[in-house]
């Protein structure tokens, strides 16, 4: 039950002092080199992200699309304009309005074992939307090209993509098994497949701006009842600015009759993306739930605050599942996403059964603690992470279980691999209430090192209120050693698909936990990510 | 076919010379056996000719079917045809043996320029050489060596060998901490591979494995060179009277 703290390196990787670019002020620049933003037009541009997406990261590219910006920086006018621009009711405004004020009030968390530049909060764009979704599409003809040719580039599921405008009778041709797709293009929801099929079931699937105006009794009662929103610093600028995101809600005694995912795209630069997902599973109700991230190379660090919450009623399970592969940043840590995320699932009724599991292999900066409120007794929490930091990625990732009610059960599986000159930090909390009895947890955190020049790191917080309840923590720290590694390569695989094997091998309980086609893509995922990590 | 001139190895970070100038040709189809004592050089032989991390060759050189062997990383010459079965076979966590060795067989089709195995021809193939070793399926499921029975580990190697069906066998060890029974299975499956064009090369302590694999050639090997080379009647000749007579001789 000891905290352990290893770190591989004695002599951390020393970063180079900033070379300041005088002439711009920069937003969320990493403290390495300072990007040219000279080239950002014509030819050379080209020249330099040709070169640049020669690396290992396949999702670099970017969509040069025409967008609407409203003004950089954060006021209280520009939290009107989004609220505007999304056609929102007056108590949305007001309770965006109410998060700024109280985040205007708050300091940024630094207790996570991260170092990052200061984030000019004044320096960001924090809404831009293609300029081709200023009308909303009606059909398919509607939608720009360059949009749907971005997701069919991403290789998202888009059978759908002949969907996403919703264009009648085209749901019919669709074989095999089906996933319906929300897909978020920086600050907006491009369109969602399969609604009107969902709809006969019963299940609301949207965007959440599109449920604000249409279902707004759902959101009002819902928004903000599980990450409240002065709840951290970064849910709370969420709260504030959130532009879009996904909305689910699953009616009583309902399976959801496929599974939902949606699909985050970040391509403007220096535009922060805040999106907002809500999913509410009433009583009974099963959903699966997928999410996938990515973003283009860029120099410059961007920033993503996202909140997803969850409301489990009575007897309702949700499987929530991420694939996070958002730009990592290069070898010598310029640019990539810093992701500070605030997950929480609420397991209000009793009996009801939540399911986190995470691949992370993107972001610079990893600050993501998915977590479960046990309320209901009987409830059921379930956490599996893979965290790869590569490079000079840094993550501090994990989860806290929340025992209130009697008899809930939770189970952790944290998988951290570090290569490179990474640090990863496992960081969890599992706490058992008075009123917790008869509870159970059991943890299990294994981190795994590549090279001499990583850090792992885990920081377990145990609190046990009650007599009843156990709570039992494992944690082991291993390297790939050279003995697995020629053992692999005598038998003719090469250095890289050797260390994918065994690396794969580590994080089989967690990739198994994937739903199938989701686990194939984050087992090559685990294999990208690690390119270049040994030799 | 496998051809060692003059080879000279030093341990990479220390300054201690292991080899000291081995000669060895082992023809195809012949089945060569290297026995001498305890820090003689036989592991370490067999690790610098697949490749293993650690050792630097100062002199001579060592080449399969005219290829240079020192010359290639360890997957090359996997791909080219080398197999060392190993004396401590490693264990890879997670990774389900049926995994690893469909992994390692495309690996070396690539390398080849062939056509990946699909999984049912390689489910087939599997199936068919793990009944003659007394491997079952759960072994083939299970990962790799891990929780493996000393036994086990070693009809692994084999079922290996004999799947990646390489031109040239290196054996370290084999017998090392098998039963009577585990050493026939053992055995027997390395005389079924043994068809005429494929050579091998057996190291071991004792003559008890060369009863049931019959050498060709025998050699002994001493303080990093092969001191003596006879027929297989010289380890018989070792078995009743130890080494001393020979490394004797041999100063």
């Known amino acids: 039950m000891n905290p352990r703290s290893m770190n591989a390196q004695h002599e951390q990787g020393r970063r180079k002092a900033p070379e300041m670019n005088g002439n711009r002020p920069m937003a969320l620049e990493t403290d390495m080199q300072a990007p040219s933003l000279d080239v950002r037009e014509g030819v050379d541009r080209e020249t330099v992200e040709t070169v640049a997406n020669m690396g290992s990261y396949k999702y670099g590219w970017d969509t040069d699309i025409e967008m609407d910006y409203a003004p950089k920086g954060l006021s209280e006018d520009i939290i009107r304009l989004i609220s505007a621009k999304n056609e929102e009711p007056d108590w949305m405004t007001d309770w965006r309005l109410q998060a700024y004020r109280r985040w205007l009030q708050m300091a940024e968390p630094r207790w996570a074992m991260l170092r990052y530049p200061q984030i000019d909060y004044q320096d960001q764009f924090y809404y831009a939307k293609p300029k081709s979704m200023t009308q909303r599409p009606k059909s398919l003809e509607d939608v720009d090209p360059k949009l749907l040719a971005t997701y069919e580039k991403l290789g998202i599921p888009l059978k759908e993509q002949m969907l996403l405008a919703g264009v009648e009778g085209a749901e019919a041709v669709s074989p095999g098994r089906r996933v319906a797709v929300d897909a978020v293009f920086d600050s907006v929801s491009v369109g969602t497949t399969f609604k009107a099929e969902l709809a006969k ?29 002065s709840d951290n610093f970064f849910a709370t600028l969420n709260s504030a600015v959130f532009s879009d995101g996904s909305f689910v809600y699953i009616p009583p005694n309902t399976r959801c009759p496929m599974e939902l995912s949606t699909y985050f795209r970040i391509n403007a630069e220096n535009t922060g993306q805040f999106e907002r997902t809500l999913i509410i599973a009433d009583k009974g109700s099963y959903v699966s739930y997928l999410e996938g991230c990515t973003a283009p190379k860029r120099d410059i660090a961007q920033l993503h605050a996202a909140v997803v919450e969850i409301v489990l009623l009575d007897d309702a399970e949700v499987k929530y599942s991420t694939v996070q592969n958002w730009f990592p940043g290069d070898e010598e840590g310029r640019g990539g996403i810093y992701n500070f995320v605030t997950k929480r699932a609420d397991c209000r009724g009793a ?5 986190w599991t995470q691949v992370e292999t993107g972001s610079a900066i990893t600050w993501k603690y998915p977590s479960c409120l046990l309320r209901g007794d009987d409830s059921q929490g379930e956490f599996y992470s893979i965290a790869i930091a590569n490079n000079m990625q840094q993550a501090d990732t994990g989860t806290k279980m929340v025992h209130l009610g009697k008899r809930t059960r939770s189970r952790i599986v944290s998988k951290g691999i570090s290569a490179g000159r990474a640090q990863n930090t496992y960081r969890g909390l599992v706490s058992m209430h008075p009123r917790a009895t008869d509870s159970r947890n059991y943890t299990q955190c294994d981190s795994l090192l590549i090279g001499d020049r990583c850090g792992a790191h885990t920081v377990p917080y145990i609190e046990v209120k009650n007599n009843s309840s156990r709570v039992e923590h494992e944690a082991t720290t291993s390297k790939v050693d050279d003995d697995q590694l020629f053992y692999c390569r005598s038998r003719g695989m090469d250095e890289e698909e050797a260390v994918a094997l065994v690396v794969n091998g580590f994080c089989r309980e967690v990739l198994q936990a994937l739903p199938m086609e989701f686990a194939m893509e984050a087992q090559a995922l685990v294999a990208i990510s690690l390119e270049g990590s040994v030799g | 076919m496998l051809e060692i001139k003059n080879l000279h190895v030093k341990l990479e970070d220390e300054d201690k010379v292991i080899l000291k100038g081995v000669d060895l040709t082992v023809e195809a189809g012949k089945v060569h056996a290297i026995m001498g004592p305890n820090g003689s050089g036989k592991s370490t032989l067999s690790y610098v000719l697949s490749g293993r991390d650690g050792y630097r060759v100062t002199e001579g050189s060592a080449t399969l079917d005219g290829a240079d062997l020192l010359a290639m990383a360890p997957e090359e010459r996997a791909a080219a045809g080398l197999f060392l079965a190993f004396q401590y076979p490693v264990e890879i966590p997670g990774v389900g043996n049926m995994t690893f060795l469909r992994t390692a067989v495309n690996a070396q089709r690539k390398a080849r320029g062939e056509e990946e195995v699909s999984a049912a021809d390689f489910l087939k193939l599997v199936r068919a050489q793990a009944k003659m070793l007394n491997i079952d399926a759960d072994m083939l499921k299970r990962p790799v060596n891990v929780g493996f029975s000393g036994g086990e580990k070693k009809r692994n190697e084999i079922l290996q060998m004999a799947i990646l069906a390489p031109r040239m066998c290196i054996l370290d060890e084999t017998d090392s901490g098998l039963d009577v029974d585990a ?6 499956g390395v005389n079924a591979l043994r068809d005429g064009k494929r050579g091998f090369l057996v190291i071991t302590h004792y003559q008890r494995l060369l009863d049931h694999i019959k050498p060709d050639v025998v050699h002994i090997m001493a303080d990093g060179r092969i001191v003596r080379t006879g027929g297989p009647e010289l380890a018989l000749e070792v078995e009743r009277n130890g080494y001393a007579d020979i490394l004797a001789e041999a100063i």
């Open chain 1, 351 to 355: 009996r009801s059964r939540v399911m």
């Open chain 1, 201 to 229: 079931a019963g299940v609301i699937f949207c965007s959440i701006s599109e449920a604000i105006r249409e279902h707004p009794d759902l959101v009002r009662k819902y928004l903000g009842s599980v990450v409240p929103q």
């Open chain 2, 183 to 188: 050493m026939r299975l053992v055995a027997d």
